[in-house]
C-alpha cells in the first residue's frame, strides 16, 4: 500500500469518472510509467515510447496529434516503484523530477520565461495495486501563501517567492526547472539564476521589504530563500529532514546566520 502524506490539492482535483479511468490506464501499463492527456474533460490514454519506460516517459508526435484534436487541459504520468533515497533524504515517488519540470516548461514557456501554454501536468504513484491522486505542475494555480506542505519542484522555497511577487507585488517572476535530484553540490539555484531573474545583490544595510534573502544552511551553494519583510521578520516555505513543512511567516533571528546575500527586483512591474 502506498503511504503518502496528506497534501493540499495542488490544482483543480481530477473527477471521479476522470481518476477511475486513469487508474485502470495506471495498473493496466505498469511496471511502465502510464501517460494520458486530459482531452475534452476525458481522459486519453496514450503509448510511453520511452525504450526505458519503468523510469522515464515519451509521447510520439502521432499521439499529441491525436490527442489534438479535442481541447488539450492536462497531461499526466505516473511514477512506479517505492520511495527513493536522494542525498540521504526520502523522496515521494509521486514528486517531479527536474526532467519533469523541465518538460512542463518547454510545454508551456518561451526561453525567456513568457508563458505560452496552460497545460498543467499531474503525477500519480502506484506500486501496482493502488494509484494516488495526481499532484499537478500548474501556473494558473496558486494555493494559500501560508500553510503549504513541502513539495520539491512544486511547492519550495522559491514556488513561495515566486507566489509572493506573482499575489502581492503583481511581478511574475521566471520559474526553473528543478527537483529533489537536481539538488547536488554542483547546482546553485538562487546563485545561477538572480540575475537572470531581475535581482540585483543589495548591502545588508540597505535591506527594504519585499527584497529577497538567499541562505547557506550549511552547505557550499544557497540552498534557501525567502521575503525579507521588515521589523526581524520573513515570508518562506519550510523544508524539515523528512521533507516536510509548511510555508508562513517566522522571526529572522534564528535564521541570520546564515544569511549568504540579499538581492532585490530590479525588472519592471508586469
Not at 29 to 37: D, G, L, S, T
Not at 181 to 187: A, N, S
Not at 236 to 242: A, D, G, I, M
Amino acid at each position: 500500500m502506498i503511504k503518502t502524506q496528506e497534501i493540499m490539492q495542488t490544482s483543480t482535483p481530477l473527477t471521479a469518472t476522470q481518476m477511475k479511468a486513469w487508474t485502470k490506464h495506471v495498473l493496466k501499463e505498469f511496471p511502465k510509467e502510464a501517460c494520458a492527456y486530459i482531452v475534452d474533460g476525458r481522459i486519453f490514454p496514450v503509448e510511453n515510447i520511452h525504450p526505458e519506460p519503468n523510469e522515464h516517459f515519451s509521447v510520439s508526435k502521432m499521439d499529441r496529434f491525436a490527442a489534438s484534436n479535442g481541447k488539450i487541459t492536462g497531461f499526466l504520468h505516473s511514477h512506479g516503484g517505492t520511495p527513493r533515497q536522494i542525498a540521504g533524504k526520502v523522496w515521494p515517488i509521486e514528486w517531479p523530477s527536474s526532467a519533469d519540470m523541465s518538460g512542463w516548461m518547454k510545454q508551456n514557456f518561451l526561453p525567456d520565461g513568457t508563458q505560452t501554454g496552460h497545460e498543467r501536468w499531474g503525477i500519480s504513484a502506484t506500486e501496482g495495486e493502488n494509484v494516488t491522486e495526481p499532484i499537478w505542475f500548474d501556473e494558473d494555480y496558486v494555493a494559500e501563501l501560508e500553510g503549504r506542505p513541502f513539495i520539491g519542484g512544486i511547492w519550495d522555497c522559491y514556488t513561495a517567492i515566486r507566489d509572493w511577487y506573482r499575489v502581492k507585488l503583481g511581478i511574475t517572476l521566471k520559474n526553473y526547472p528543478r527537483g529533489i535530484d537536481k539538488w547536488t553540490d554542483d547546482f546553485d539555484l538562487y546563485e545561477d539564476n538572480f540575475r537572470d531573474c531581475g535581482f540585483e545583490e543589495v548591502d545588508p544595510r540597505d535591506v527594504k521589504p519585499n527584497d529577497v534573502v538567499l541562505y547557506r544552511l550549511n552547505s557550499p551553494q544557497i540552498i534557501h530563500g525567502g521575503i525579507y519583510l521588515g521589523d526581524g521578520r520573513i515570508f518562506h516555505q519550510l523544508n524539515s529532514e523528512n521533507l516536510t513543512g509548511l510555508s508562513g511567516f517566522a522571526d529572522e533571528g534564528r535564521w541570520a546566520r546564515h544569511v549568504a546575500k540579499y538581492v532585490r527586483y530590479k525588472g519592471e512591474q508586469e
